[in-house]
């Protein structure tokens, strides 16, 4: 990395050039005359320039020429022309052509100071803001997905297939297990990453606001509405927009919601007029929408519109082998933001203690741990006694053993309803990992206690 900006001023007329570069170094640039063009594109090649300062025309190489060879060596590499007052023309095409600016002779050292501040804050200004897309990009993309047990890796599989097309993604899955995460992939991974990714929580408005959000409303729709307002679906559009527990959704608002997926068309409340949009929606539940459907909660029109493709994201319990990654990106995670932490990571007890533990909570409550340990241990390694204690002193995530003879119905009666709670009270996939159909999980679950 240099020291010093390095700068380059080239004219044929070289005590011009001497003068305006003694001057660039006195205000502690590292600047440097060239009389002529051939040698300073030649420092140009060897990527010893940050920015130019160089005359329009000149013999054998122009300032175009230079010009041409300093965007190809760095986009970000600015330019700054000097001309006489009869070339003002070929400096605009110079501008044209991605010259940063241009001075017309003469001109003083001041002017051409506070240009060459400016290009160079505005390099400095791309270049970070680059880097953090960058960041952003790999965060929140499939790279940035933690997971290497055989469960998540099906998941990534089907995330690789889909991403890059508009059809709709229901993602199913316990609270916890990440499907904010998996649906920022999904929109980092598609054609639509450079547009908005929007999130609405379903659960969390009532139905006369939650419809005013989505679509947005006029003046005057309702009391309150003071001004128009665009909605969600609007602000998402070019981009993502995700329906954060769609099975909350009332069934007036679903079947409104299904007219704008089949028709990408919305109404906003107060208004008959509709408007064009163009969103990919990815809806997200930890109900068993299937269930719904049976219980009249849930439009079954809409969900065949949204399950063209379901993600079934694992439970922490399903990828165990996973849980030590995840450790080490959370730890990583938090002591970025307690930098005065000494936690460097967990002793062995402790992290084999977090591998056994069964996790209601799943990936966000491991973050919450993890981040409890980093903010309260006092040495560098976590340790068994740093765990809270519902996690320390648990046993093992198996069923608890019957310290009693009972009968055979009342046993499939608790053990249906302990799998129905590890699973997030998803009957449908209740039913499939025990082997039996809905109706019989249901009879299963109604059986009263004998006495």
């Not at 402790?350 to 340990?373: D, I, M, Q």
């Amino acid at each position: 990395m240099r020291d010093k900006v390095q700068i380059l001023v080239v004219d044929d007329k070289v005590a011009l050039a001497e003068t305006l570069a003694d001057g660039l170094s006195d205000r502690g640039y590292a600047a440097r005359a060239i009389g002529r063009s051939r040698e300073a594109l030649a420092a140009i090649e060897r990527d010893e320039v940050d920015l130019v300062v160089t005359d329009l025309r000149m013999p054998d190489l122009d300032g175009l020429a230079l010009l041409e060879a300093a965007r190809h060596r760095d986009g970000d590499i600015p330019v700054i022309m000097m001309t006489a007052y009869g070339a003002i023309d070929s400096a605009v095409e110079a501008i044209r052509k991605g010259a940063y600016h241009y001075l017309t002779k003469p001109f003083k050292l001041d002017e051409l100071v506070v240009f060459v501040e400016r290009a160079l804050a505005e390099r400095a200004l791309r270049r970070e803001a680059r880097a953090l897309r960058k960041a952003v990009g790999e965060r929140y993309s499939i790279k940035g997905l933690v997971g290497r047990s055989p469960a998540m890796q099906r998941v990534l599989a089907v995330i690789e297939r889909v991403a890059k097309t508009d059809a709709p993604i229901l993602i199913t899955g316990e609270t916890g297990t990440g499907k904010g995460s998996i649906s920022r992939a999904i929109h980092g991974e598609s054609e639509r990453a450079s547009g908005s990714f929007v999130v609405v929580n379903c659960a969390a408005l009532p139905e006369p606001l939650l419809e005013s959000e989505l679509f947005g409303h006029v003046k005057g729709a309702f009391t309150g509405a003071t001004a128009d307002r665009a909605g969600l679906f609007a602000e998402a559009n070019g981009g993502t927009l995700l329906l954060d527990e769609i099975g909350e959704m009332s069934p007036a608002l679903q079947a409104k919601l299904l007219h704008v997926l089949e028709s990408n068309r919305i109404r906003p409340v107060g208004t008959s007029a509709e408007r064009a949009v163009d969103v990919r929606v990815i809806a997200a539940t930890h109900r068993d929408l299937r269930q719904r459907v049976t219980e009249g909660t849930f439009r079954e029109d809409l969900l065949y519109r949204l399950d063209i493709v379901t993600i079934e994201l694992p439970t922490l319990r399903d990828r165990a082998a996973d849980i030590p990654l995840f450790v080490e990106f959370f730890l990583g995670e938090s002591r970025e933001r307690h930098p005065s932490s000494p936690i460097t990571g967990f002793t062995r007890e402790a992290l084999s203690k977090l591998c056994t533990y069964s996790w209601p909570g799943n990936v966000r409550e491991l973050a919450h741990v993890v981040e409890r340990c980093v903010l309260l241990a006092e040495g560098p390694l976590a340790k068994e006694q740093d765990l809270p204690a519902h996690v320390r002193d648990a046993e093992d995530s198996d069923p608890p053993p019957f310290r009693e003879i009972i009968p055979m119905r009342e046993m499939q009666r608790r053990y249906a309803r302990w799998v129905c709670e590890q699973l997030g009270g998803l009957k449908l996939r209740a039913s499939d990992r025990l082997g039996v159909d809905i109706k019989t999980l249901n009879r299963w679950l109604s059986l009263e206690e004998d006495n």
